[in-house]
């Protein structure tokens, strides 16, 4: 098994070495591939140094399998060039995630979609990921009709120079800054930029994509995004409106049966999903279960989860870990 990580000096590509390495996913080559400037300088990974090639290099070492984290330019240009080579590709950014003739995957939902013919694979947006994997197995048993989230975003999300500004003000530096204003003791609702209808671009990824993975345009997703300071795990506040009633135990029941979900909902003893707990961790923590009483047949979660890990890298392996098992490459 060849494989290359692309983008591997970025933030989710050193978690996502990590992930592989902790996962012993199975390697008998890795090429590691990151700008021009990075070429020739390594990386340990599982106790030996790896030199960092060049994009042509990779390409022409013709990989099973190439895991993108390097921006949607990059992805939009590069991408189908590994295709070409016979190599498939697992793309972390937007670039690919709303093309019609791409599967966007979140393994335990679609990954049985699969084929080999499938070249290039959309690795969705981290937000998206949290709320499907909660939002999938109640979708399937109550119907979903409308869905209403504000996200909790950490600056990890932003990337490296948001993590420093957030840090550089905590420690009264002055530096470069990631954000128009400052994220230490404040709150952002601007999560990416904003688009023509007075969305941001992560809010309209959290509208769109989670229909193309449940593969179900009958329901909607509205979103407001807010970046906040902590420096990883996003939280979001998740309002369901279904369309057949539910009850409670059952809904608590369906997510803690749900692979890859944690239920931690007890008022009683303050036990509600953080992000400092899930920090460093592959699971979706979901509590704050209760039901809206100003509707009928709506719910309220609250939702976390590690967006390096599965928001990014995680779901990235994994969907590397089904191509292999399924001798899909």
């Avoid at 591997?8 to 070495?17: E, F, H, I, K, Q």
């Avoid at 990590?18 to 890795?30: A, M």
């Avoid at 109640?138 to 990337?159: C, D, F, I, P, W």
Wanted: hydrophobic share 40%.
């Amino acid at each position: 098994m060849k494989l290359a990580v692309v983008g591997a000096t970025g933030m989710v590509g050193t978690v996502l070495l990590q992930v592989l390495e902790e996962r012993n996913f199975p390697i008998s080559e890795l090429l590691l591939v990151a700008s021009e400037r990075s070429v020739g300088k390594t990386i340990l990974f599982k106790g030996a140094s790896h030199s960092i090639v060049s994009m042509q290099s990779a390409i022409a070492a013709k990989p099973d399998i190439a895991i993108f984290s390097a921006g949607g330019n990059t992805s939009l240009e590069y991408a189908p060039k590994f295709a070409e080579a016979g190599t498939t590709v697992i793309d972390n950014s937007s670039a690919w995630r709303m093309d019609p003739d791409k599967k966007l995957v979140v393994p335990e939902i679609n990954a049985s979609l699969l084929t080999t013919s499938d070249k290039i694979i959309a690795n969705p947006n981290c937000s998206t990921i949290q709320l499907v994997m909660a939002l999938a197995p109640l979708h399937r048993k109550y119907q979903a009709k409308r869905v209403v989230v504000s996200t909790y975003q950490s600056v990890s999300g932003t990337g490296v120079k948001a993590v420093q500004q957030m840090e550089n003000e905590m420690a009264g530096i002055s530096g470069p800054m990631a954000y128009p204003y400052p994220i230490h003791k404040n709150a952002l609702p601007h999560c990416d930029v904003f688009e023509a209808n007075g969305f941001t671009k992560e809010e309209m990824k959290l509208a769109r994509e989670p229909q193309k993975i449940l593969d179900d345009r009958s329901f909607s997703v509205t979103a407001t995004a807010v970046r906040i300071p902590t420096a990883g795990g996003h939280s979001e506040s998740v309002n369901v409106e279904f369309r057949t009633d539910f009850d409670l135990s059952e809904v608590r029941q369906l997510l803690h049966d749900t692979p890859g979900v944690v239920v931690q909902d007890n008022p009683d003893t303050n036990t509600y999903p953080m992000p400092i707990y899930a920090h460093h961790k592959d699971d979706v923590f979901v509590g704050r279960i209760r039901r809206d009483e100003t509707q009928p047949n709506t719910l309220h979660l609250w939702i976390v989860s590690d967006n390096l890990r599965k928001g990014a890298a995680t779901n990235a392996v994994q969907i590397a870990e089904y191509l292999v098992e399924k001798k899909l490459v």
